[in-house]
């Protein structure tokens, strides 16, 4: 871990920012429908009130464009949070200003208070200095734990760490960077990258940046087509990015590249659909490639069962149809198997924690990362804004 974090710095007594990325998912009642993210940043929490600290907690929620409204508002999430702490939970109806100072000088260390969506101030993405500098105003030390944001210049990721001389990583923050970069830096061989999902585009630098270091790259998903569609081959109606075409046909020579060889097919992308399993070479008119078939399915656990370090970004098919899921599933479970035998495996970015929750493998896996496009762009070999803002460690 090369960027300081909490425990590396006197933290004891002091009052700390804390961006946090609390953007959850809410249910059409207006309850919050996964807690994922608020229980993410416990750990953080937990060891700054051991360490009788003040916390002042920052996020944004959905896209409020710069106006506070009721449905962006983060009001629930500190309720949620009370809960989850079995603690009072100060909320403050904005993120900066005169009534925020108040809330924060009223709290005693051990308490937590947490603001309002930044994003109803449009400085925040902006990354605006002066928002940025009315946010450090309010503490003493500024932590960053908002993993699934780093990807993001935004006021509250990096402009705000300008102020501080030691800006520090939180726990989840440091474990995101730990496991995606002993994946991208140092991953013990055999290295297989399972790569899918539903566009190439999306896809195509996490291939690229990862390509020279696997062992193998087994490609599932909506990807395959692209690379059928390079090689010549009729596709029928699966999908594919025209624009991509080129860019899919320039690693057609790379050895490590596996594609597959039969593909389930449906003449409907429902549950209603009729399906056969064909060769990749034969898909017909008017059906649509929607998961691996059973020999490609034998071919890639195969392939994944010798690994020591595995990481999965995208899934196999569509997986949200049970009927379309038992590639996902293959893998899913083979990747779990493999790593109760010893191997690392982390899972990120778009869908894939959703998939892997639908098998109940969650907690299966070595590390599922909280970020969706953060996990990309660091699997890409991007540094991310938000982290390259935080304090480098000193080498030794
Ligand atoms: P992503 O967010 O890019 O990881 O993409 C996830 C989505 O890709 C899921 O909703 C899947 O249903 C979809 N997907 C996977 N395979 C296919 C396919 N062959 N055709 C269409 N969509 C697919």
């Not at 991208?184 to 390509?211: R, T, W």
């Not at 969650?362 to 070999?381: I, Q, W, Y």
Request: charged share 25%; proline share 4%.
């Amino acid at each position: 871990m090369k960027k300081l974090t909490i425990r590396d710095i006197d933290i004891s007594n002091k009052k700390v920012l804390v961006r946090v990325d609390f953007n959850v998912p809410f249910s059409s009642d207006g309850k919050i429908a996964d807690d994922t993210r608020i229980r993410a940043a416990l750990p953080t929490i937990e060891y700054l009130l051991k360490h009788n600290c003040l916390i002042v907690l920052i996020s944004h929620l959905g896209k409020p464009k710069g106006k506070i409204e009721a449905k962006y508002s983060l009001q629930p999430v500190a309720q949620r949070l009370s809960e989850l702490m079995n603690k009072n939970v100060v909320f403050a109806s904005d993120c900066i200003g005169a009534d925020v100072e108040n809330s924060i000088n009223q709290a005693k260390p051990g308490d937590i208070v947490l603001l309002e969506n930044l994003r109803s101030h449009i400085e925040e993405e902006k990354n605006e200095p002066n928002f940025a500098k009315a946010l450090a105003s309010l503490s003493e030390i500024y932590v960053n734990d908002a993993f699934a944001t780093a990807h993001r210049a935004h006021a509250s990721t990096e402009n705000i760490a300008r102020y501080f001389t030691t800006p520090v990583a939180g726990l989840l923050m440091e474990k995101e960077i730990e496991y995606l970069s002993y994946v991208v830096e140092q991953p013990k061989s055999p290295f297989i990258a399972v790569i899918g999902g539903a566009k190439i585009k999306d896809k195509l630098g996490v291939i690229k940046n990862l390509l020279p270091k696997v062992d193998a790259l087994l490609i599932g998903g909506g990807l395959i087509y692209n690379f059928l569609k390079a090689q010549g081959l009729d596709i029928g109606n699966s999908i594919y990015q025209p624009e991509m075409l080129d860019q899919a046909k320039d690693l057609l020579s790379e050895s490590k590249l596996r594609l597959p060889v039969d593909v389930m097919i449906t003449d409907k992308v429902d549950v209603n659909g009729n399906t056969k399993i064909v060769k990749a070479d034969s898909i017909e008119n008017n059906w649509a490639g929607i998961d691996i078939g059973n020999e490609t399915v034998k071919i890639y656990t195969d392939i994944i069962k010798t690994a020591r370090t595995v990481v999965w970004a995208g899934p196999i098919g569509v997986f949200e149809i049970d009927r379309f899921a038992a590639g996902s599933k293959a893998i899913a479970e083979t990747i779990a198997e493999t790593t109760k035998n010893g191997a690392t495996s982390v899972v990120g970015g778009g869908d894939t924690v959703a998939c892997l929750a639908k098998f109940g493998l969650k907690d299966k896996v070595s590390f599922v990362s909280t970020g969706g496009s953060a996990s990309l762009e660091f699997l890409e070999g991007l540094e991310l804004p938000g982290i390259k803002a935080l304090k480098d460690k000193e080498l030794k």
